[in-house]
């Protein structure tokens, strides 16, 4: 078996798809840490209060056997009433919070309809799941509505479900969610939206692009805490009865030891600071438009619109070189390659957080504008 490992890796090294880990240098524009939150003295002080009065470090087991905390049931009260939602549950991770909801809850004889760039979460949970699944054309709506249109013509039965990222994490653009839920509620469809990138960052409060549809009894949405909230862990808001199929259902919340107490007590305070703090979403918003005004001027690089920046440069090895040249000049950049992205599209993921000013961001572009001149298409 080892000899078959060492030749699968030995061919990904040969196409330059190897991955390795590398370790955090220079100024950030990689990290999802968007409200620069990672470090807040108010997350560490929360974090600290919650020792000082007794919170344990770790839950101990299942949540359905000992690893229940106070600390969960408040996160999970508070975010639903930050959100809007009637009920939340809360998951050691987005990945994890996906592949439960879609490997649970679609039932044999329902149909997922999925954008074709959807996250590997879902995909994987799909895979887990009962359900047919089906991809519709990204950002699309008449292709979802197409999609399930058909699936009903041929015999389909069961409930359509709808799987989209509010903002995608690769391409910084957003889903047409005031037309998806159109069709969700033509089809009796539920709509389930990930706002992993959108949580804290957009919608009032930082309630995220969906914020006008949460405690509708027809969606689902997940706010990761690992991003623009600076913790980790994943809040599913949706309706009590979908929480509760979930603790009843759900294998990886049942069989998961549960999320650090302490975790969900950072939690809390970030949702705080986010509410009480306009200026980091104001501050980050300007340094958005900022990048896409620079980028456009220098660069001949359409914005994105957003606080993720993709700089899509097609063939792996181009992306590769330019990532390494701006990774020497002291900029934490990386370079995207298939199968995250599609073939062809390899790029750089500039991701702008509160951790690097217009300073900083100006000389990034600066140093991209002369490598791109430099490294041929």
Not at 130 to 159: C, L, M, Y
Not at 205 to 217: F, I, K, M, Q, T
Request: aromatic letters at 4%; hydrophobic letters at 45%; charged letters at 20%.
């Amino acid at each position: 078996m080892s000899d078959s490992h060492e030749r699968a890796l030995r061919a990904l090294e040969r196409r330059g798809r190897l991955r390795g880990l590398a370790a955090r240098s220079g100024i950030d524009f990689s990290s999802n840490d968007y409200l620069g939150l990672a470090n807040a003295p108010e997350l560490v002080e929360a974090v600290a209060a919650a020792l000082d009065r007794g919170v344990a470090i770790g839950a101990g087991g299942s949540r359905l056997l000992r690893g229940n905390d106070p600390e969960h049931e408040a996160l999970e009260e508070e975010a639903a009433s930050f959100f809007g939602a009637e009920s939340c549950l809360y998951f050691g991770g987005g990945f994890v919070a996906n592949y439960a909801l879609f490997s649970t809850l679609p039932a044999r004889g329902d149909l997922v309809v999925h954008d074709a760039l959807i996250h590997a979460s879902v995909i994987d949970g799909m895979r887990a799941g009962k359900a047919a699944t089906a991809p519709a054309a990204h950002n699309d709506a008449q292709s979802f509505d197409d999609v399930i249109r058909r699936w009903r013509e041929g015999g389909g039965t069961g409930r359509p479900w709808i799987a989209v990222e509010s903002l995608y994490s690769m391409d910084g653009d957003c889903a047409p969610l005031a037309d998806l839920i159109q069709v969700a509620r033509r089809h009796d469809a539920m709509l389930v939206i990930d706002e992993a990138h959108a949580t804290g960052v957009l919608g009032p409060d930082g309630r995220g692009l969906g914020h006008a549809l949460e405690g509708a009894p027809d969606v689902i949405s997940l706010h990761t805490c690992g991003k623009a909230l600076g913790a980790t862990g994943a809040l599913v808001l949706a309706p009590s009865v979908i929480r509760e199929f979930l603790i009843n259902r759900a294998r990886p919340f049942i069989y998961a030891t549960a999320p650090s107490p302490l975790m969900a007590a950072a939690v809390r305070a970030a949702l705080g600071l986010v509410r009480r703090e306009p200026a980091r979403r104001e501050h980050l918003a300007s340094l958005v438009a900022f990048a896409g005004r620079s980028l456009a001027e220098r660069c001949a690089i359409a914005p994105s619109g957003s606080h993720i920046q993709p700089v899509v440069l097609g063939p792996d090895e181009r992306a590769m070189d330019v990532a390494r040249t701006l990774v020497a000049q002291g900029f934490d950049v990386r370079a995207v390659r298939p199968p995250t992205v599609p073939e062809g599209t390899a790029r750089l993921r500039i991701s702008l957080t509160l951790n690097a000013g217009e300073e900083a961001t100006a000389r990034l572009v600066d140093a991209l504008a002369v490598i791109l001149q430099r490294v041929p298409a």
